[in-house]
T-cell receptor, first 113, second 113 residues
């Protein structure tokens, strides 16, 4: 158990819908990262927040957005869902000055029908 | 641009045999290097990491990896594989000027009794 929690574990929804994935980082970690894992794209970095501020952006679609709240938990919002958005979404966290060392949550499996 | 190559998509070994999983990276300077393991339906667990110093690093579960700058490699090894090591293994590189991780495509390890 990494100490990073993600909810829900599974999510099944229809095309065109909007969902919110939630992540709670390990105690004391200020950075939160979101990754998408799919069969065709592998593990892709989406976005990073540090202490409430966006720090880095990766291959994140405009239909996707994220935020980090004052209590440091983070939410990833996915809208206008398409079949191709079906994937495993991971959250990771890291403490300050961690040299990229990241601790991953168990993931949320999103299925878009 | 940074990249990670794991040339072996699938490896099969017998229990008790030795294991080496290959990882090559592309990066202009010395990167931070990581190996993660993902069991079916699970998140990613950090096996070991290299930041600097001794090029042979020890990790959890009896794994080790060696950083070879001349070959741009960070291969993962284990002298005797156990059936419980069957999983997917990911090599990742982190850049010193960003926090995100770039992952390889993974190597699926199958262990026969």
């Amino acid at each position: 158990d990494s100490g990073v929690t993600q909810t829900p574990k599974h999510l099944i929804t229809a095309t065109g819908q909007r969902v919110t994935l939630r992540c709670s980082p390990r105690s004391g970690d200020l950075s939160v990262y979101w990754y998408q894992q799919s069969l065709d794209q592998g593990l892709q970095f989406l976005i990073q927040y540090y202490n409430g501020e966006e720090r880095a952006k990766g291959n994140i679609l405009e239909r996707f957005s994220a935020q980090q709240f004052p209590d440091l938990h983070s939410e990833l919002n996915l809208s206008s869902l398409e079949l191709g958005d079906s994937a495993l979404y991971f959250c990771a966290s890291s403490p300050p000055r961690a040299y990229n060392e990241q601790f991953f949550g168990p993931g949320t499996r999103l299925t878009v029908l | 641009a940074q990249s990670v190559t794991q040339p072996d998509i699938h490896i099969t070994v017998s229990e008790g045999a030795s294991l080496e999983l290959r990882c090559n990276y592309s990066y202009g300077a010395t990167p931070y290097l990581f190996w993660y393991v993902q069991s079916p339906g699970q998140g990613l667990q950090l096996l070991l990491k290299y930041f600097s110093g001794d090029t042979l690093v020890q990790g959890i579960k009896g794994f080790e990896a060696e950083f070879k700058r001349s070959q741009s490699s960070f291969n993962l090894r284990k002298p005797s594989v156990h059936w419980s090591d069957a999983a997917e293994y990911f090599c990742a590189v982190g850049a010193r000027n960003t926090d995100k991780l770039i992952f390889g495509t993974g190597t699926r390890l199958q262990v026969f009794p």
